[in-house]
């Protein structure tokens, strides 16, 4: 989405929706987002953030008819293929999420949240190896993210590589001591580690 094209009252009313957003408001957010849509229902810069505050507040189905939206009027909303492909991999339809995730990472590459999910909508695909690959590149960009440090370490440990894993989980639990899903993952590790040994 071109913001030059946008008039700056316009921009700045996005804009506050934007901060409403990472402030975690986005009930309110939506608000001032609904009322750009009515004077304006082809503002897809409007409908890329009710997408993403839609998701934020676990409404899928209207993130989702958001997103579709922004992307059939610019189909360079990266934002809307993310989002799109994010959903449909929540859905675990593999193939669909590919595409959209691979769309969204055409328009807007080395953004490390979209080859996150596009590593692991791969990997789930059975395409291990650029699965791996792809969940490298994320963390190469973003190294202290302990989303991607666990998917990756996930992906590793179905394919049976535990020093890899453990050291993906300990690193993310160094980032973040009380992350659940990091301390369940480290467990695994350890409970292959023992099968494996007893084998």
């Not at 579709?68 to 675990?92: M, N, P």
């Not at 995730?101 to 807007?108: G, W």
């Not at 590149?137 to 998917?151: K, T």
């Not at 394919?159 to 301390?183: D, G, S, V, Y």
């Amino acid at each position: 989405m071109d913001d030059t094209t946008l008039p700056s009252e316009t921009i700045e009313r996005l804009e506050k929706a934007e901060q409403l957003k990472l402030d975690g408001k986005h009930e309110e957010a939506l608000k001032i987002l609904e009322k750009l849509l009515i004077e304006d229902p082809e503002n897809a810069a409007a409908l890329e953030e009710v997408a993403d505050n839609e998701l934020s507040l676990s409404h899928f189905e209207r993130a989702e008819a958001a997103a579709k939206h922004a992307v059939a009027i610019d189909s360079g909303s990266y934002t809307g293929h993310y989002i799109i492909g994010f959903l449909q991999s929540r859905r675990e339809e593999w193939k669909l999420a590919v595409t959209a995730l691979r769309r969204a990472n055409t328009l807007q590459s080395n953004n490390p949240e979209i080859l996150r999910c596009l590593g692991w909508a791969l990997f789930m695909d059975g395409q291990y190896a650029q699965g791996i690959v792809t969940l490298e590149r994320a963390l190469n960009l973003d190294p202290d993210s302990v989303l991607i440090l666990c998917d990756l370490g996930m992906e590793y440990l179905q394919m049976k590589n535990l020093p890899k894993a453990r050291a993906l989980f300990t690193r993310a639990l160094e980032i973040e001591p009380k992350n659940h899903r990091a301390q369940e993952c480290l467990r695994a590790v350890e409970q292959c580690e023992r099968l494996m040994a007893v084998h």
